[in-house]
């Protein structure tokens, strides 16, 4: 029998398949690690926080959006709630869908406790807005609160998805 030999021009496709192989497996693992049982709805939120949000200016203040004040907003799928964490490294702001993932129900929607939790006040599913993650920590919810890009300039806060 005869040996099996590899055709030095095959190396290179064969190098670019396990490069599209392992990439393909990592689109699939982030795909998953990210989803969200909260539809992919549109967020636009602009506020400026001195005119718009005072509240949010000490450490564990937090607001709700829920209706729209200009025809540019877009508050996905709950509503929004935007959170000031404790959190020191960048931004410490932090924008959730108010809907909770438990539910699924965009008329569901969370209520802020003084501990630095949120509760839907049907499953009674508590999540962790202290420090900026949305994890469950108890009741059924086994997913984290679908979070929204934040960036600060100055007094001014951008919310996207």
């Known amino acids: 029998m005869g040996k099996a030999t590899i055709?030095?021009?095959h190396i290179p496709s064969l190098f670019v398949w396990?490069?599209?192989g392992l990439?393909?497996?990592?689109?699939?693992?982030?795909?998953?690690?990210?989803?969200?049982?909260i539809p992919d709805y549109p967020v636009?939120?602009?506020i400026n926080l001195t005119a718009d949000a005072p509240e949010l200016i000490p450490v564990l203040g937090y607001k709700t959006f829920i209706e729209p004040q200009k025809i540019s907003q877009q508050l996905g799928y709950?509503?929004?709630?935007?959170?000031?964490?404790?959190?020191?490294?960048?931004?410490?702001?932090v924008a959730f869908d108010l809907a909770c993932?438990?539910?699924a129900n965009a008329e569901i929607r969370l209520h802020v406790n003084t501990d630095g939790t949120a509760?839907?006040?049907s499953c009674h599913s508590i999540y962790m807005l202290l420090d900026g993650t949305g994890f469950a920590t108890s009741g059924p919810a086994k997913e984290k609160l679908r979070k929204y890009s934040v960036s600060q300039i100055a007094?001014?806060?951008?919310?996207r998805r």
Do not use: Q, R
């Open 155 to 159: 007094d001014n806060l951008y919310i």
């Open 119 to 121: 509760e839907c006040d």
């Open 44 to 46: 636009t939120l602009d």
């Open 18 to 20: 396990a490069l599209v």
């Open 78 to 93: 709950g509503g929004i709630l935007i959170y000031h964490t404790v959190n020191v490294e960048g931004c410490p702001y």
């Open 23 to 37: 990439y393909s497996i990592s689109l699939v693992a982030c795909d998953s690690f990210t989803h969200s049982s």
């Open 101 to 103: 993932p438990h539910e």
């Open 7 to 9: 055709n030095k021009h």
